[in-house]
């Protein structure tokens, strides 16, 4: 079993910057990807950015340029440093780890963005 929690979201002003975090937990697997997706009231949940064991980098076309997945997910951990918030990043964002055998979620952590 592969466990994945989240922390750091809140309430941040337009313009703004937030650092969500994420921590795996149990049989973390050597080879997975660990990424964000994110889901705003009404909308399919939607991929934010990922990251997988070898260091390749995804980025969902709405926030290049404006979120970062800093570091590596060596650790089982991954963050996200999200700058330049607008009114639209706001959502609940799922952390997610996923290989061939597990795909596991977090409970999500609420990100306001107020303009």
């Not at 937030?18 to 009404?42: D, E, F, K």
């Not at 055998?101 to 977090?106: I, K, P, Q, S, V």
């Amino acid at each position: 079993q592969v466990h994945v929690e989240e922390s750091g979201g809140g309430l941040v002003q337009a313009g703004g910057s937030l650092r969500l975090s994420c921590a795996a937990s149990g049989s973390i697997p050597s080879v997975r990807t660990m990424g964000w997706y994110r889901q705003a009231p009404g909308s399919r949940r939607e991929l934010v950015a990922t990251i997988t064991t070898d260091g390749r980098l995804n980025y969902a076309d709405s926030v290049k340029g404006r979120f970062t997945i800093p570091g590596d997910n060596a650790k089982g951990a991954v963050f996200l440093q999200m700058n330049s918030l607008k009114a639209e990043d706001t959502a609940v964002y799922y952390c997610n780890l996923r290989n061939l055998w597990y795909n596991a979620w977090g409970q999500g952590t609420q990100v306001t963005v107020t303009s």
